[in-house]
Structures are given as C-alpha cells and as structure tokens.
C-alpha cells in the first residue's frame, strides 16, 4: 500500500512532442505528489508538484494531472527538447503516522528527446 | 550558496572495508536522508533523522549505519556487512513535514572493487 507504481520504465520522444509519464498509488493517506528530474551523475531536482485540491497545475512546458478517483497522477511534458532527456521520479507522501511523512518514490523514468 | 555536499564524489572499497560518506548541508534543514540508487530500482531510503541525535532505519538500513551529531551533517558508513554495496548515494534534506522540497546532494558513487 506504500508503493508507488511507474511507468513506463523508459520513454523515447521526437523533439517537439509530448512525454506523458504515468504513477498511481494505493494509500489514500497520500496527499503531496512530487515529480523529480535527475540528470546522470547528478542529485535529483524538484520540477513540480501538486495537491489533491486541484486537479492539474501547470509550470511553463510542464503539467501534473491528478485523477483522486483513480489515483492516478502523471506528468506531461509539452514541446519536449533535447535538454529535457533526464530521469523523471514520480513521489508520493502524507501524514500516514509512522512513516513520518517520508517521500515514496516510483522507481523512474528514462526519457530520451531525439532531435 | 545553500546546499548539500557530498564527499568523496567517487569512492573504491576493497571487499571487507567499512567507508563513511560524508553529507553536510547549510541550509538549516532539520531532516537528513540518505538513499541507494540502483538502475532501475529507483530511490530507496537508508536511513533518515528529523533531529539531532535521533535517527530511523528506512527500507534497506542492514549493513549501513549512521549518525547526526550536529544538524549540518548526516554521514553515513557502508558496512563490510553490506552484500552488495556498489551503487550510487544520495543524501538528501529537507524542513519537516511531510510537504515540501528535499534538496539532493550531488551523490557519491561506491564501488566495490
């Protein structure tokens, strides 16, 4: 119930379209939903996040949308460049007692912007 | 400029050698974190503190230990107990809460020659 399921493990888009990155949870005590970027060989970087009050937000080229219902949460990311090859890790957290309130992360996404 | 430190970026063990990575942070976070990065397998948590002097076990704690001495750092030692230990280190902070930015270090790769 803490896991947090993404896919696809790797994704490869032409330049200029549209990466879509999906996760879904199981533990509805979750209530802060994170997407990192890490690029190789560096430390993983907040891109945005969301709380379930909204259904979708969006940062410039990127967008969270959230379906409660579903549990479901997925980043898309429009116009993808070059630059924007990285890993991408979908996060889930909340206020389930024990835990302490950690980050659980999904397990990753390569993508890869072919010019 | 706030942030994390890693050292040594890169680091070689012998089998049977305890190591210790350092993290230190200056950015007057209470909660330290460390994780294992491994292809494919994601981030998963070590250990983590929310103060000084206290500190949790995460998912994979067998075959690491650690300390929080002082709110700056949060280092972290690499048992001979440890099975598998070449992979990548993370650590990480953050203010408490279950909200909020973690601010990664630039990590450090273990390898186990």
């Known amino acids: 119930q803490q896991q947090v399921k993404q896919s696809p493990q790797s994704l490869i888009v032409q330049k200029g379209g549209i990466s879509i990155i999906n996760c879904a949870y199981e533990n509805t005590a979750f209530d802060y939903f994170p997407w990192y970027q890490q690029f190789p060989g560096k430390g993983p970087a907040l891109l945005i996040a969301?709380?379930?009050?909204?259904s979708e937000k969006k940062e410039g080229r990127f967008t969270i949308s959230f379906n409660k219902s579903a549990k479901q949460f997925s980043l898309h990311i429009m116009d993808s460049q070059p630059g924007d090859s990285a890993t991408y890790f979908c996060?889930?957290?909340?206020?389930?007692?024990?835990?302490?309130?950690?980050?659980?992360f999904g397990k990753g996404t390569k993508l890869s912007v072919k010019p | 400029d706030g942030g994390i430190t890693q050292s040594p970026k890169y680091l070689f063990r012998k089998e049977g050698q305890n190591v210790t990575l350092s993290c230190e942070q200056n950015l007057n976070h209470d909660a330290m974190y460390w994780y294992r990065q491994d292809p494919g397998q994601g981030l998963r948590l070590i250990y983590y503190?929310?103060?000084?002097?206290?500190?949790q076990k995460g998912d994979i704690a067998e075959g690491y230990s650690v300390s929080r001495e002082k709110k700056e750092s949060f280092p972290l030692t690499v048992t001979s107990a440890q099975k598998n230990p070449t992979a990548f280190y993370l650590c990480?902070?953050?203010?408490?809460?279950?909200?909020?930015?973690?601010?990664f270090g630039e990590g450090s790769r273990l390898t186990v020659l």
């Open positions: 503190s929310q103060i000084v002097n206290d500190f």
């Open positions: 996060a889930a957290s909340g206020d389930p007692g024990g835990s302490q309130g950690n980050l659980i």
């Open positions: 990480a902070s953050k203010e408490q809460g279950w909200t909020g930015e973690l601010f």
């Open positions: 969301i709380r379930p009050d909204v």
